[in-house]
């Protein structure tokens, strides 16, 4: 069965550097998300992506995130300039795209970022 | 906006025995209600959706929720559970219009005891 598939599973990062999460979508999925969760606390929304561009963001989407497709089967997320509240269990979603229908998200595994 | 709230953070059972992990929403305006479950060292999966129609949905691994609007709830139960069900518990919302993006509550860990 297709999976949504997240590398690295565990990245630890120094407060200030950059960093990529990846994901891989289900390959006939047309809208991706990215979603995290601190620890203890809700998964919260941070955007989602369609046709190439984003298609909604939350207020916790500032200008140190940025999403990118670079590819017809990546679509990651980079964030600028890390802080210590940004660590969290980062999740990708795919969802096929039938609009007005609550299309099922499919998640990936996370990848656990660890900002020191 | 929407919110969700689970009642419980933490849900332990005996094996075989039932349960029900509990779930309230809030929205100014018509929603879908999902439940997505957890296992250790996984994604989250869909295990049941409401979009219309009967109160009762039924889901995988032997789960069904009840929606019951008057009293804006969407509790998830099975009437006997195993080892196997242990994991975290999410119940989300989404609107009906414009964006899909799901609104989760906090999560229900649910622990079975054999």
């Known amino acids: 069965e297709p999976e949504v598939t997240q590398t690295p599973s565990h990245q630890v990062t120094q407060m200030g550097q950059e960093v990529i999460l990846r994901c891989v979508p289900i390959s006939n999925h047309l809208y991706f998300y990215w979603y995290r969760q601190i620890l203890g606390q809700k998964v919260e929304f941070l955007v989602s992506?369609?046709?190439?561009?984003?298609?909604?963001k939350s207020e916790i989407f500032d200008d140190q995130f940025s999403v990118e497709r670079p590819d017809g089967s990546n679509f990651t997320l980079k964030i600028r300039s890390t802080k210590l509240e940004d660590s969290a269990m980062y999740f990708c979603?795919?969802?096929?795209?039938?609009?007005?229908?609550?299309?099922?998200?499919?998640f990936g595994p996370g990848t656990r970022l660890t900002v020191l | 906006a929407q919110s969700v709230t689970q009642l419980d953070s933490q849900v332990p059972v005996f094996e075989e025995a039932p349960v029900e992990l509990r779930c309230n929403y809030s929205s100014s305006v018509s929603v879908y209600l999902f439940w997505y479950v957890q296992y250790p060292n996984q994604g989250l999966q869909l295990l049941l959706k409401?979009?219309?129609?009967?109160?009762l949905v039924k889901g995988i691994n032997g789960f069904e929720a009840e929606f019951n609007k008057s009293q804006t709830s969407f509790h998830l139960r099975k009437p006997s559970v195993h080892i196997s069900d242990t994991a975290e518990y999410f119940c989300a919302v989404s609107r009906i219009q414009g964006a899909q993006k799901l609104v989760f509550g906090q999560g229900t860990r649910l622990t079975i005891n054999p």
């Open positions: 409401y979009l219309s129609g009967s109160t």
């Open positions: 979603a795919s969802s096929f795209g039938l609009a007005g229908s609550a299309d099922t998200q499919y």
């Open positions: 992506f369609y046709n190439n561009e984003i298609s909604e």
